[in-house]
Nanobody
């Protein structure tokens, strides 16, 4: 059973930055992709971005693609979500997930999930 642990969430002012971490209990290179999702109160979970391990490609949902970035540290089995120019609408619980066989903005393909970390952007 793969364990994923997110950290780095917190309270940040509008326009601020935050870096989330997703630490895995196994080598992330064993997986096809790592995705980041978020869920705001009263809303469905939505895709934020993903990293394909085979070629290092990252892609994001339109609302964050100019503000968020994903990076990796293979030695630490950790993926990071760097968030900048944060807005109140970015407030949510953020989850990382890993997929064994594919990469997609759809949550269904991801096999293992972390417990989430809260990000609150104050206006």
């Amino acid at each position: 059973q793969v364990q994923l642990v997110e950290s780095g969430g917190g309270l940040v002012p509008t326009g601020g930055s935050l870096r989330l971490s997703c630490a895995a209990s196994e080598r992330l290179l064993s997986f096809y992709a790592t995705g980041w999702f978020r869920q705001a109160p009263g809303k469905e979970r939505e895709f934020v971005g993903a990293l394909n391990w085979s070629d290092g490609e990252t892609y994001f949902t339109d609302s964050v693609k100019d503000r968020f970035a994903i990076s990796r540290d293979d030695a630490k089995n950790t993926v990071y979500l760097q968030m900048s120019s944060l807005k109140s609408e970015d407030t949510a619980v953020y989850y990382c997930a890993v997929s064994l066989y594919g990469s997609s903005p759809y949550a269904d393909i991801y096999d293992y999930w972390g417990q989430g970390t809260q990000v609150t952007v104050s206006s």
